[in-house]
């Protein structure tokens, strides 16, 4: 699973701050998840690829002027991540939900093409612990 995933490539694009490229990875492997698992969207590892797409999504979105989305994709977020806290398959989630923790606030009253709330926009690196 680990190795299928690439999570150190994930963290790389994470902790660049390149959140569309998160976005488009994640989205590569959910959807081969999907459509391979007999779960399907309800297969763990595809719901937290999705988790994470959410997270991801949500950073993004707040940087490039779409606060709404950033809004709703962060609340997307933290109803799916807590579930895989503290560490799922080598990732730790804790830091992508202190950060969501520490936006979804700010975004509250912004209007929907404001600038984003966080200037710079700080967020927590993404953690990749392998298993052997």
């Not at 391979?36 to 719901?47: C, F, H, V, Y």
């Not at 509250?108 to 966080?118: I, K, Q, S, Y």
């Amino acid at each position: 699973m680990n190795h299928e995933f690439a999570w150190d490539e994930l963290e790389l694009l994470w902790n660049a701050n390149n959140f569309g490229a998160v976005h488009d990875w994640l989205g590569e492997r959910w959807n081969h998840l999907i459509q391979s698992r007999p779960a399907g969207q309800e297969d763990a590892d595809a719901l937290f690829l999705q988790g994470l797409a959410f997270a991801a999504l949500a950073f993004h979105f707040t940087q490039n002027h779409n606060q709404d989305g950033a809004a709703l994709l962060a609340d997307d977020a933290l109803a799916v991540l807590p579930q895989f806290v503290p560490v799922y398959r080598g990732m730790n989630v804790v830091p992508v939900l202190e950060t969501l923790d520490a936006l979804r606030p700010l975004l509250v009253g912004l209007e929907r093409e404001a600038d984003c709330p966080m200037q710079p926009f700080v967020f927590n690196k993404l953690k990749y612990q392998a298993i052997h």
